[in-house]
């Protein structure tokens, strides 16, 4: 048993401390990716401790699971799951501006856009009836509307984040979705 | 023994506190990479103080180790970086 309170053993008490520091740091972060990262200095911490109090078996525990497996499986998660997939036409790429003006309202949620080809309208429609995109972007027959380019999606939320968005409305027209029910929610 | 523990333990705060400040995920990740090694060396160095050889070869795995978990972790943002998600 170790006397923490004596002069000699004081060290292991200061660096004890730093333990519930870099804890409240990682609780702190919105950004999920600087929370992998501040997860990562939390599991380099713990280890230390642990191999101070003499548990090396815990230590390399913590530092091959609890930060190596654990923060680059959740990165890998996090990247494929805060993502919205967006279908186009490949000859008819949508202008690089448009795009831009998409990815503004998408910001604050972390969410990214992959754009997804496809060779023709008909392969468009049936990626977003399949489920494979979450939603569509193309320009409609200029002869009905004067607007240059319409965008679908298929998931209620993704609408609502992108129908309060005015610059994005007067790029492209936002087609309304269908009613929230348990099968279209991704 | 603490004098050199509690200075390795006061540098170990510079870059804790870089992470905690800074908003570009790169110099965070600066920052974790500077952390990983800072407590591994701290691990050998108590190691060698105690003549205790276990955490001793424990703290040289955790020195390669955390590096390796950094490299990963690198890769799969720089991918993210690439796809334009922390463009200003």
Same mark, same amino acid.
């Given at each position: ?6 002069? &000699?053993? %004081?060290?292991?008490?200061?660096i004890?401390? /730093?333990? !519930?520091?870099?804890?409240? #740091?990682?609780? +702190? ?27 090396a ?5 913590e ?23 967006l ?8 202008? &690089?501006? %448009? ?6 309202? /998408?910001? !604050?949620?972390?969410?990214? #856009?992959?754009? +997804? ?39 209620p ?28 929610? %991704? | ?54 955490i ?33």
């Amino acid at each position: 048993m170790i006397d923490l309170w004596n002069e &000699e053993n %004081l060290y292991i008490v200061a660096i004890a401390a /730093l333990l !519930p520091l870099t804890a409240g #740091l990682v609780i +702190v972060q919105v950004n999920p990716y600087f929370a992998l990262v501040m997860r990562g200095i939390l599991g380099a911490v713990a280890a230390l401790v642990y191999a101070l109090f003499g548990a090396a078996d815990v230590a390399l525990t913590e530092a091959l699971v609890g930060t190596m497996l654990s923060i680059t499986l959740y990165a890998i998660a996090v990247r494929s799951s805060l993502i919205m997939r967006l279908g186009i036409i490949e000859p008819d790429l949508p202008p &690089e501006d %448009l795009l831009q003006t998409l990815r503004q309202p /998408l910001r !604050p949620y972390h969410l990214r #856009l992959e754009l +997804v080809p496809y060779p023709d309208q008909e392969s468009l429609q049936a990626a977003l009836q399949d489920k494979e995109v979450h939603g569509i972007c193309f320009s409609p027959n200029p002869e009905i509307t004067h607007i240059p380019y319409e965008i679908q999606t298929r998931v209620p939320r993704l609408y609502q984040i992108l129908s309060g968005h005015l610059p994005l409305e007067t790029m492209a027209r936002l087609n309304p979705t269908p009613e929230f029910t348990p099968t279209n929610s %991704l | 023994m603490n004098g050199i523990i509690i200075a390795m333990l006061l540098a170990l705060l510079i870059p804790i506190y870089e992470a905690y400040r800074d908003s570009h995920i790169w110099q965070k990740m600066l920052a974790f990479a500077s952390i990983a090694t800072k407590t591994s060396m701290m691990i050998l160095v108590v190691s060698v103080l105690r003549d205790d050889w276990m955490i001793g070869v424990v703290g040289v795995l955790i020195l390669s180790v955390g590096n390796a978990a950094l490299m990963l972790l690198a890769h799969v943002i720089k991918r993210s970086d690439e796809a334009g998600v922390y463009e200003p």
